[in-house]
């Protein structure tokens, strides 16, 4: 391809990127957000009433709480779910944590002591939220691009790395302004639109973070990512109040240090929420068959030794199935373990959607499946089963199925669970004899 076919398609490229609808979208949402946004600023702005400097306190001292419960939260999610991004942001909360408590312990000490002076932002609002911001900025972009390694440790040491390279760019960003004579910390411009411009880096960053969060929703869809990204665009949001503060505790002041403290809590809910998601997760398959989705064998002794304690309390009689699918053998060898598969999952789906919903249904593993029937007598039993095994006989699908069930009755078959199983098993395989015997007779009526 010659050079100037090459930049032809180039320039194409970057024209169709121009105008993709979706670039668009984007934009006019985050319009649409900041006009409100800028208005409610300007007229924060108005009111330069002093605040309670205690209350300001109040909120530090929550932050600092909340963003070492964030940090234990994330690591925990790190561990159990294996999240990179989850443990990039308990770096960044351990350093938010700290520094939010030795500068709000910092104030309290400064107003106890009767300092009421102009009030300097605290350098975590500049330094070290930077650096968080600059910490989860590296650490969505990056996430995606690097292959996870297998060991944890190294998971955790490039995670430090990468920590140690935000703090390591942010002091020499800050140190180096302050060395050419622009303090960043204390810069004030009381005459400016924006009187903090220091504070647009910071925000932006949380809006880039935000972003990018959104677009990662795409392939991470969890509670904890949505929080993540409504969390960044709050921060960036408590930016761009701060950029409207004077020199006390004032309204865009009080206010931005509110929206902070509420993302902290945001992003907290939502990591803790899906811990709950996650455990009730755990709970469900280990005490579930992976291929089926009913109850496994633990479930179900759990379920069998409930109700044996109920019939006894009770004197209400329960019954069990005992399943086992005919021919499974047959379908492996002739058709492959695919089909086998399916046949399995047939048939857990019509003990499924045919059987109330306090009935208990298992798989023990290969073709056998059992079924516990609170409350049921050998008549009602009986009619459960007649009533899978015609389910069966009526799927159109291939290959046709069939089941042979044993039906026991407690207490009448037994007044253990150990009689209760053996009298159902050889009510089982009693069955499956007499089917036998009955396609030997098929077979010898069709040769002769």
């Known amino acids: 391809m010659s050079v100037s076919n090459q930049q032809g398609t180039r320039l194409a490229q970057l024209l169709i990127a121009f105008v993709d609808p979706r670039r668009w979208k984007l934009l006019g949402w985050i319009c649409l957000c900041l006009a409100p946004l800028i208005t409610v600023s300007l007229w924060l702005r108005q009111s330069r009433d002093p605040m309670d400097p205690f209350v300001f306190g109040y909120l530090e001292a929550i932050g600092s709480v909340v963003a070492f419960t964030c940090a234990t939260t994330a690591?925990?999610?790190?561990?159990?779910?294996?999240?990179?991004?989850?443990?990039?942001?308990?770096?960044?909360?351990?350093?938010?944590?700290?520094?939010?408590?030795?500068?709000?312990?910092?104030?309290?000490?400064?107003?106890l002591n009767g300092q009421r002076g102009p009030l300097l932002l605290p350098m975590e609002w500049m330094s070290f939220r930077t650096m968080f911001a600059l910490l989860l900025f590296a650490a969505v972009y990056v996430e995606h691009r690097l292959p996870a390694p297998r060991s944890a440790t190294r998971e955790v040491l490039g995670a430090f790395a990468?920590?140690?390279?935000?703090?390591?760019?942010?002091?020499?960003?800050y140190g180096g302004l302050a060395w050419v004579g622009y303090p960043v910390t204390g810069a004030y411009h009381p005459g400016w639109v924006i009187p903090r411009p220091a504070h647009l880096?910071?925000?932006?960053?949380?809006?880039?973070?935000?972003?990018?969060?959104?677009?990662?929703?795409?392939?991470?869809?969890?509670?904890?990512?949505?929080?993540?990204?409504?969390?960044?665009?709050?921060?960036?949001?408590?930016?761009?109040?701060?950029?409207?503060?004077?020199?006390?505790?004032?309204?865009?002041?009080?206010?931005?240090?509110?929206?902070?403290?509420?993302?902290?809590?945001?992003?907290?809910?939502?990591?803790?929420?899906?811990?709950?998601?996650?455990?009730?997760?755990?709970?469900?398959?280990?005490?579930?068959?992976?291929?089926?989705?009913?109850?496994?064998?633990?479930?179900?002794?759990?379920?069998?030794?409930?109700?044996?304690?109920?019939?006894?309390?009770?004197?209400?009689?329960?019954a069990i199935l005992l399943l086992d699918l005919?021919?499974?053998?047959?379908?492996?060898?002739?058709?492959?373990?695919?089909?086998?598969?399916?046949?399995?999952?047939?048939?857990?789906?019509?003990?499924?959607?045919?059987?109330?919903?306090?009935?208990?249904?298992?798989?023990?593993?290969?073709?056998?499946?059992a079924l516990v029937l609170p409350e049921t007598d050998l008549s009602a039993a009986s009619r459960v089963a007649q009533r899978i095994r015609e389910r069966l006989a009526a799927d159109q699908e291939k290959p046709q199925l069939s089941a042979s069930i044993g039906v026991a009755v407690f207490p009448r078959h037994g007044r253990s669970i150990e009689a209760l199983m053996r009298y159902a098993d050889q009510e089982l395989y009693a069955m499956k004899r007499s089917l036998r015997r009955k396609r030997k007779a098929e077979k010898e009526v069709t040769a002769a």
């Not at 990468?162 to 960003?173: M, R």
């Not at 280990?286 to 064998?297: K, Q, V």
């Open 162 to 173: 990468l920590t140690a390279a935000a703090v390591y760019f942010t002091v020499l960003l």
């Open 201 to 318: 880096l910071p925000a932006l960053l949380f809006l880039c973070v935000a972003v990018k969060s959104r677009k990662r929703l795409r392939h991470a869809d969890s509670l904890f990512d949505r929080t993540l990204c409504a969390m960044a665009a709050m921060n960036c949001v408590a930016h761009l109040l701060v950029s409207q503060a004077g020199l006390s505790v004032d309204a865009p002041l009080m206010m931005a240090q509110l929206v902070k403290v509420t993302s902290y809590t945001v992003l907290l809910a939502g990591a803790l929420w899906e811990h709950v998601r996650l455990f009730d997760q755990v709970r469900h398959l280990a005490i579930s068959d992976p291929l089926t989705g009913l109850a496994n064998y633990r479930r179900f002794s759990e379920a069998l030794q409930a109700e044996a304690k109920r019939s006894l309390r009770t004197t209400r009689s329960f």
């Open 326 to 369: 005919d021919g499974l053998k047959r379908i492996n060898d002739s058709l492959g373990h695919d089909v086998g598969s399916r046949a399995i999952c047939r048939l857990a789906d019509v003990l499924r959607l045919h059987c109330r919903a306090v009935d208990t249904a298992a798989r023990f593993g290969g073709d056998e499946f």
């Open 75 to 111: 690591i925990l999610r790190f561990r159990g779910a294996n999240d990179r991004i989850a443990l990039f942001v308990a770096f960044g909360f351990i350093g938010i944590g700290f520094s939010e408590t030795f500068f709000g312990l910092t104030a309290f000490l400064g107003w």
